[in-house]
C-alpha cells in the first residue's frame, strides 16, 4: 500500500502544479476562486459479508469531512462545455459502531466535479468523484480480529462518488443536499479482503472566495470549437500484485489467508470513438499474466528442524495467461477521465475467478498524450481481483474526414 501513497502524492502535486500554473495566468486579472466545505452524514452499510450482516449487521454510520477546493470561472469555453468543473484535496472521518474490530478510520482524498443539469441560475445538480486512502482499521486477524473478512489491511483504498443539489444562497454560501456511495477496500492486494460498501444522504455547507457571479451574456458570447470526431487509441502496461484464497481442506493450513504476494502483469489496447468533448466509448483488449492462477498452499513440517513451515507452488506456466475483450466507456473532465469496462475471458487461465470482469478507475493526464492510470479489477460486480497504478500513452487520431481523404488519395481511380 505504500505505492499506492505515493501515486497519491504524485497526482496531488500534479493538481497543485496545475492549480499554480492557472493561478500565475490570472494573476494580473483577478484571484481564482477557492471554497471551504463541511459535510455531515448519516448512512448504513451493505450487509455485503458475513461480518456487516445478520446479526452483525451495522445499524447506521455517521461521517463527517472538511474539504478545500478550487472552481472554474466560466470564462473560457472548457469551463462551459464541462459545467464549471471544481477539485481539491478533503479529509474524511466515520464512526461504523465498531471501534473493536474495526476500528476509526480516517482519510485523505483528492476530489473533483461539475455540474451534470443546471436549473437555474441558483440550484443545480452537481456530481463528485473521490479517490485517496484511509487509515486506522483495525483488519483480520487469525488470532485478535478473525472475524473480520471485510479488511486485510490497516490502510486501504476510500472510493467514492456522490451527487448533490447545489442551491446557491449569496455569492458567499452554498448548501448542498445530496447521497454518496463509499467504498473501502485494498483491491486484493491483502486477504481477506470483501471490502465494506456504505451509502449516505449528507448536508453540506460551502463558503466561497473570491466568487464573482456567472456573467451569461459574457458566456453567449464564448465560442466553442467544433469537436472533429476521431479514434483515440489507448495503450496501458500494468504490473502489480494480489492475494488468493486457498482451500484448506488436507493442507495443514491454519487459514485460507496466505500472505503471499502473487505478481500480476497486463497489457491492454483499446479504441476509444470520440464524438464529444465529454465522452468516449469503445472495444478493449486485456492480456493478463497472473502468477496465481493454479498455485497450491500447503503446510509441512520440515525434517532438519522440525518446525511446520507454509509452502507454496505455481501453477502451470500456460494457466497464468488470460485474454479478454471489453466494452469500455470515459467520461471526461479537464486533464482527467473516469472509465469502466465490462469483458469476458475468452482465453481464461485462471480458473479460480470467473469469465466476466469489470474494471473502474480514472486516468489524469500528466502531458496531452501521457496519463497516470489508477483502477480496480473485480468479478461478480464485487469481489476484486486487483488494485492497479499505472502509466499508459494515447495516441490521437486522425480526424474522420481527414481520414477519408487520406484513404481517398490511396485509392486508384
Known amino acids: 500500500m505504500q505505492r499506492v501513497f505515493v501515486w497519491l502524492i504524485f497526482l496531488s502535486g500534479l493538481l497543485t502544479v496545475q492549480a499554480a500554473e492557472e493561478a500565475d495566468t490570472l494573476a494580473v486579472r483577478k484571484k481564482k476562486p477557492q471554497f471551504v466545505t463541511l459535510n455531515g452524514a448519516v448512512g448504513m452499510v451493505f450487509a455485503t459479508n458475513d461480518f456487516v450482516s445478520g446479526e452483525n449487521k451495522i445499524p447506521y454510520y455517521t461521517s463527517c469531512a472538511f474539504k478545500y477546493g478550487v472552481s472554474a470561472e466560466g470564462d473560457t469555453w472548457q469551463d462551459i462545455v464541462y459545467g464549471m468543473p471544481y477539485y481539491g484535496v478533503g479529509m474524511y472521518s466515520a464512526n461504523v459502531l465498531r471501534k473493536k474490530d474495526l476500528g476509526l478510520p480516517f482519510s485523505v482524498y483528492l476530489f473533483q466535479g461539475t455540474t451534470f443539469k443546471r436549473?437555474?441560475?441558483?440550484?443545480?445538480?452537481?456530481?463528485?468523484?473521490?479517490?485517496?486512502?484511509?487509515f486506522n482499521w483495525k483488519p483480520y486477524d487469525p488470532f485478535d480480529n478473525p472475524e473480520n473478512i471485510a479488511l486485510?489491511?490497516?490502510?486501504?483504498?476510500?472510493?467514492?462518488?456522490?451527487?448533490?443539489?447545489?442551491?446557491?444562497?449569496?455569492?458567499?454560501?452554498?448548501?448542498?443536499?445530496?447521497?454518496?456511495f463509499t467504498h473501502f477496500s485494498n483491491g486484493a492486494s491483502k486477504l481477506p479482503n470483501k471490502g465494506l460498501n456504505m451509502v449516505a444522504p449528507f448536508v453540506e455547507v460551502s463558503y466561497n472566495f473570491n466568487r464573482e457571479p456567472l456573467n451569461p451574456a459574457m458566456q453567449s458570447k464564448i465560442r466553442i470549437p467544433r469537436v472533429e470526431p476521431h479514434i483515440d487509441y489507448d495503450i496501458l502496461f500494468i504490473a502489480t500484485s494480489r492475494q488468493k484464497?486457498?482451500?484448506e481442506e488436507g493442507t495443514n493450513?491454519?487459514?485460507?489467508?496466505?500472505?503471499?504476494?502473487f505478481k500480476v502483469f497486463s497489457l491492454s489496447y483499446a479504441t476509444l470513438f470520440v464524438?464529444?468533448?465529454?465522452?468516449?466509448?469503445?472495444?478493449?483488449?486485456?492480456?493478463?499474466?497472473?502468477?496465481s492462477s493454479g498455485a497450491k498452499a500447503w503446510r509441512e513440517q520440515n525434517p532438519a528442524d522440525g518446525q511446520m513451515y507454509e509452502r507454496i507452488k505455481l501453477g502451470h506456466a500456460g494457466r497464468r495467461f488470460s485474454a479478454g475483450l471489453s466494452a469500455k466507456g470515459e467520461m471526461v473532465l479537464p486533464r482527467l477521465s473516469l472509465f469502466a469496462q465490462i469483458g469476458y475471458n475468452l482465453l481464461?487461465?485462471?480458473?479460480?475467478?470467473?469469465?466476466?470482469?469489470?474494471?473502474?478507475?480514472?486516468?489524469?493526464?500528466?502531458?496531452?498524450?501521457?496519463?497516470?492510470?489508477?483502477?480496480i479489477r473485480a468479478a461478480r460486480f464485487g469481489k476484486a481481483q486487483?488494485?492497479?497504478?499505472?502509466?499508459?500513452?494515447?495516441?490521437?487520431?486522425?480526424?474522420?474526414?481527414?481520414?477519408?481523404?487520406?484513404?481517398?488519395?490511396?485509392?486508384?481511380?
Not at 156 to 163: E, I, Q, T
Not at 275 to 291: A, H, I, T
Not at 394 to 412: A, D, S, V, W
Open 152 to 180: 486485510g489491511s490497516s490502510t486501504n483504498v476510500h472510493v467514492a462518488l456522490n451527487a448533490y443539489l447545489n442551491w446557491t444562497l449569496s455569492r458567499y454560501v452554498d448548501v448542498h443536499l445530496g447521497a454518496g
Open 386 to 413: 486487483y488494485l492497479y497504478w499505472s502509466i499508459g500513452y494515447t495516441l490521437n487520431g486522425r480526424p474522420f474526414h481527414k481520414k477519408e481523404k487520406y484513404i481517398r488519395r490511396l485509392l486508384p481511380d
Open 253 to 261: 493450513l491454519a487459514s485460507p489467508y496466505v500472505d503471499k504476494n
Open 245 to 247: 484464497k486457498f482451500n
Open 119 to 134: 436549473f437555474s441560475p441558483h440550484l443545480a445538480l452537481n456530481y463528485e468523484w473521490n479517490l485517496g486512502m484511509s
Open 348 to 375: 481464461h487461465g485462471n480458473k479460480d475467478d470467473y469469465r466476466l470482469y469489470q474494471i473502474v478507475g480514472a486516468k489524469v493526464y500528466v502531458t496531452d498524450n501521457i496519463f497516470g492510470a489508477f483502477g
Open 275 to 291: 464524438r464529444s468533448y465529454k465522452y468516449k466509448w469503445g472495444p478493449s483488449l486485456e492480456l493478463v499474466y497472473d502468477e
